[in-house]
């Protein structure tokens, strides 16, 4: 007698390898960086911080990323609004509380940088300057020492469209693609370059210029989590293969302005914004949990809560931790010479 065929269809996450709790932890992530990211909108307004750069609509595709890597070896060079994609690497919130706050024990850079330029050397995160779209030469030479030194690791470098525009991008690019090294770009293409919308920055999409760099461009849609996975791990796996870089265009949109120092409405109608809420990937990425018996309502309101919790510890270990003193202001600005020969 013949064996009885299963007609159900194996669910998208499981055909891409992750596992049912690894599925339910990246929405985790992505609603962690959500709520972190609306509660130092609030901390702003309040007085609390200074500035905050956010990064609502583009948490989906990088806690994708960040599961399709290696997080045990691969190194890291995010770009400023990349709360979900170090969240989901290693950092914490008190961690990123403290950057928030600039108080002395923020591990990015002890204060002294704006929130959302990252840097910590357990993770392998790369520090990041404010001068856009220079972490993409920084993480080209992280992939030559991959290749020099015959590790097995790549190098990963997040940036948005309008820095797709500058010189870095193109001698990163020519320079990874002429020596094929193991590197990642990832442009999360979320439409605007502060106020200029992408109809006046590009000519044509940010993949496509891959093609003058002998390797591939592949656009995706950045709400998509297990697609952006999908095209994350076969560009890792393309690249310890030998094979070079690959550029990835993640599509998206900012939700939200450009920064605490931002009128978006200056430069784009409420209506815009309104409908790209719509195509927000953290609901999607709920509906297809509970769509596939992994999630629920109830579940949802407990993770809510304990974010909530899990915020306001960190809000007050920040709050009370100390600011860098004065005379810790040249500290890390020149080398320590005790001990050299």
Not at 167 to 188: R, S, T, W, Y
Not at 283 to 311: C, F, R
């Amino acid at each position: 007698m013949n064996a009885k065929v299963s007609t159900k269809t194996q669910p998208k996450h499981e055909q891409l390898g992750l596992t049912d709790a690894e599925v339910v932890d990246m929405y985790k992530y992505m609603l962690l960086a959500r709520k972190f990211d609306e509660r130092n909108l609030l901390l702003q307004r309040a007085g609390k911080i200074n500035f905050h750069v956010s990064g609502i609509g583009q948490e989906t595709a990088q806690v994708a990323a960040a599961f399709a890597l290696n997080r045990e070896q691969d190194y890291f060079l995010p770009y400023y609004r990349d709360y979900g994609f170090v969240l989901s690497v290693g950092m914490t919130l008190e961690e990123l509380m403290l950057s928030a706050f600039a108080k002395a024990d923020d591990p990015n850079s002890g204060g002294r940088q704006m929130p959302g330029h990252f840097g910590c050397k357990r993770l392998r995160i790369v520090t990041g300057s404010s001068p856009v779209t220079t972490q993409v030469p920084h993480a080209v030479g992280i992939a030559l020492a991959a290749k020099m030194q015959k590790k097995e690791f790549v190098s990963f470098v997040t940036f948005g469209e309008g820095s797709s525009n500058q010189g870095d991008f193109h001698e990163g690019l020519n320079f990874a693609g002429v020596q094929k090294l193991p590197v990642i770009f990832m442009c999360e293409n979320n439409q605007y370059a502060i106020s200029v919308p992408v109809k006046k920055q590009l000519g044509g999409k940010v993949s496509d210029r891959a093609q003058g760099y002998g390797f591939p461009g592949i656009r995706v849609d950045g709400n998509d989590a297990l697609e952006v996975y999908r095209v994350v791990k076969e560009a890792r796996e393309r690249a310890l293969r030998g094979e070079g870089p690959t550029l990835i265009e993640a599509m998206m949109y900012r939700l939200s302005p450009h920064s605490t120092s931002d009128n978006d409405l200056v430069y784009r109608t409420k209506e815009e914004v309104e409908e790209n809420w719509k195509k927000d990937g953290i609901p999607k990425m709920k509906s297809y949990l509970i769509e596939n018996g992994l999630w629920s309502e109830e579940q949802d309101e407990a993770l809510v809560k304990d974010i909530q919790a899990q915020l306001k510890a960190a809000i007050e270990r920040a709050e009370n931790a100390p600011f860098p003193k004065p005379e810790d202001t040249l500290l890390h600005v020149y080398a320590d010479s005790e001990g050299e020969e």
